[in-house]
């Protein structure tokens, strides 16, 4: 085997997996503003929460998870989250990491909502905040400041 084909199997190896990291990575971040946006409109035309919960979506998280959730793993920085100490506890924290908290609160509260505990309007509110951090993240753009 030449030394090109070799350099040339690697390059192109190398491409296909940025690719797929660009691709999971904007699936996520789709399907988390999908659920941003289904949130905020089903609150506002007075849609229960376990309602809202069961439609959720969570597709793109299992075919990355799939691929093994490859995705640009930066941490959480300060600038994000200035303003908001309840998300202290996530600095540092990897995006794939806060990913699957995420999905693991959707996953939680769909299995709450299927065993009959319907009342979980607190739990959807911090789910609402914690999509909009990890959706923030990954645009790597901070968190709206909070008006005082």
């Not at 941490?75 to 699957?100: A, C, H, N, Q």
């Amino acid at each position: 085997m030449s030394l090109w084909k070799i350099l040339f199997d690697f390059v192109d190896k190398e491409r296909t997996r940025f690719d797929n990291v660009r691709h999971d990575t904007h699936a996520l971040q789709f399907e988390i503003e999908s659920n941003i946006h289904f949130i905020v409109d089903g609150l506002a035309q007075k849609i229960c929460a376990a309602d809202i919960i069961k439609g959720l979506e969570t597709q793109a998280f299992d075919k990355a998870m799939r691929s093994g959730l490859d995705i640009r793993q930066a941490k959480l920085v300060p600038r994000t989250i200035e303003g908001y100490k309840e998300f202290d506890k996530y600095l540092g924290e990897p995006s794939g990491v806060l990913i699957k908290k995420l999905y693991i609160k959707i996953t939680v509260l769909k299995k709450l909502i299927n065993a009959g505990k319907l009342d979980q309007d607190l739990k959807l509110k911090a789910l609402f905040r914690l999509l909009m951090l990890v959706h923030f993240h990954l645009a790597d753009k901070s968190l709206p400041t909070v008006k005082s």
